[in-house]
């Protein structure tokens, strides 16, 4: 983040301004640029690159802070969520191997993350925070030009280091503020946890770049989410379509947001109908778009365009990215016919985190990245994610791994076999259900019985599944494969199907004194 940041540097030096506005109040730039002198000095003290950095990154000051400390002495920003797990974090060492950690006490102990650096030297940092500092040479150049490291669900429930570059970085921020009409200092705000690599996209890079106020909210809060935004002159802000849902029902039609120039929503299935309804009540413009970690937000269509596209479609790529559908074989196909995904353009990330370094992605020859979504384009340039060839849940803007939750439920002593699968819900998008056939002797698994299950195994709470059904048996292809297909429809019937009407009790005379 060198760029950014020497931008973000030399605004400061012209006139102080309000940089980010948060639970704990305004917070000047060179406030800010102060914490991040105080934290690079105790990163590297003798005024060496700074390394790779892996941070707590909450919705406060404390991330841009660390950002900033970051950019100034070169170094490679990698992000973890405070609600990561003791496992999850122990990978993210292994995978990315920071040189310095930088998190509230408390999180870096219940990571025992002393243990995972090991020589490593702790400082007092951002007002409370500590950095625990390890020893040795500190070389980005195993990054290969990348700037950011997010964390991001993997096929096998392990996270995954996605490495994006500055310019990928950039390049996304500056083709969405265009699109928007965003200028500069004008205020963004982050709902979305800075942890994800799009939150902080299009949050912590897309403000420093502004060179405007950052509205953070800490805790999700729809509420106090619209009285912030109002209150700080709020231009534009990404979130999940459930954040948008949310705030649309707490507006009740007050149009609170009518100083808002539009909202991205991305991350989850939307339905058109709830968003036009949320946008209105809001009093602003909701733009539909589609991206992910590896090739961030490479669509969005504009504020103008009419309701059809803006909430019934994904949106255009942005000038310079190339997005198509192709058959398994393949073949380019052509507008009107559904294909897999694959993209091309200057927001493609650089790879993944494997063993400290940048395992390259897998692109096809002409260099286009499949993203595992299925696709159809229009004559109009538009296009429509159609749905996943990968079989996750998307909860609220999340990903949950079938794959990996399935595993943990089999787990359970008392089940035969298990097969996750999604129930529609109309605020989060999708929800996680569980269909389970029980152990001989088990008449039942109920849903509390595997929640205390994955509890004891470590599986984080955000991936539990909220409905359990038993079932006599999972249903079957003709060759005696799980129907992933019938499971879905199965669960979905069991999900809503009425609950049974109590039985009346037989009707009888009161008690009178002397009756035999």
């Known amino acids: 983040m060198r760029q950014t940041v020497r931008e973000f540097q030399r605004r400061a030096e012209k006139a102080d301004f309000t940089a980010v506005v ?13 914490h991040a002198a105080e934290l690079a000095g105790a990163m590297a003290p003798d005024g060496s690159p700074g390394g790779t950095v892996l941070l707590q990154a909450d919705n406060s000051w404390r991330t841009v802070a660390a950002t900033l ?3 100034m002495t070169g170094g490679v920003l990698a992000l973890v969520n405070r609600h990561t797990t003791r496992a999850e974090f122990a990978a993210a060492l292994e995978d990315i191997r920071p040189d310095t950690v930088v998190a509230e ?3 870096a102990g219940g990571w025992q993350a002393r243990e995972g650096m090991r020589g490593a030297r702790t400082a007092g940092v951002l007002d409370g925070w500590q950095a625990l500092v390890g020893q040795g040479p500190r070389e980005v150049s195993r990054w290969s030009g990348g700037a950011l490291i997010g964390l991001t669900s993997g096929s096998t429930g392990r996270p995954k280091g996605v490495v994006q570059s500055e310019t990928a970085l950039r390049y996304a921020c500056a083709r969405t503020a265009e699109i928007n009409g965003l200028r500069d200092g004008d205020a963004v705000a982050a709902v979305v946890p800075l942890s994800s690599t799009a939150a902080y996209c299009f949050g912590v890079a897309m403000a420093l770049m502004l060179g405007g106020p950052l509205v953070l909210s800490g805790r999700w809060d729809r509420e106090e989410a619209l009285a912030r935004m109002s209150a700080n002159d709020v231009r534009w802000t990404m979130c999940v379509p459930t954040m948008a849902l949310q705030m649309g029902s707490a507006a009740a039609g007050s149009r609170v947001l009518e100083g808002v120039r539009s909202i991205t929503v991305g991350g989850g299935p939307m339905d058109r109908g709830a968003l036009a309804r949320a946008e209105r009540s809001l009093g602003t413009r909701i733009l539909r778009v589609f991206g992910m970690s590896e090739c961030l937000g490479h669509t969005s269509p504009r504020p103008d365009d009419p309701e059809e596209i803006r909430l019934g479609r994904d949106g255009r790529p942005f000038p310079g990215t190339e997005l198509r559908a192709v ?3 393949g073949t380019v196909l052509g507008p009107g016919t559904t294909g897999r995904a694959e993209v091309r353009g200057p927001s493609l990330f650089v790879g993944y985190a494997r063993d400290g370094r940048v395992e390259p992605p897998d692109l096809t020859p002409d260099g286009f990245f499949p993203t595992g979504d299925l696709l159809v384009t229009g004559d109009d340039g538009t296009v429509t994610v159609m749905g996943r060839e990968k079989d996750v849940i ?11 939750i399935e595993r943990a439920v089999a787990a ?3 089940v035969a076999r298990a097969c996750v699968v999604p129930v529609p819900d109309p605020l989060l998008g999708e929800r996680a259900a569980v269909l389970v056939v029980p152990e001989d002797g088990h008449d039942g698994i109920g849903l509390d019985d595997i929640t205390a299950h994955l509890d004891r195994t470590g599986l984080s709470k955000a991936k539990w599944p909220e409905f359990a059904f038993t079932v006599a048996e999972l249903p079957q292809t003709t060759v005696g494969k799980l129907d992933r297909p019938g499971a879905r429809r199965l669960a979905h019937e069991l999900h809503t199907r009425p609950a049974p009407e109590p039985v009346p009790q ?5 008690h009178q004194q002397g009756d035999a």
């Open 105 to 107: 006490p408390s999180a």
């Open 506 to 510: 037989p009707h009888r005379e009161p």
């Open 394 to 404: 998307i909860r609220g803007g999340r990903n949950l791994d079938i794959t990996e």
């Open 327 to 329: 058959a398994a074989d």
């Open 69 to 71: 400390a970051v950019g």
């Open 412 to 414: 359970h002593p008392g």
């Open 22 to 34: 948060d639970d704990t109040g305004r917070h000047g730039a060179r406030r800010l640029l102060a």
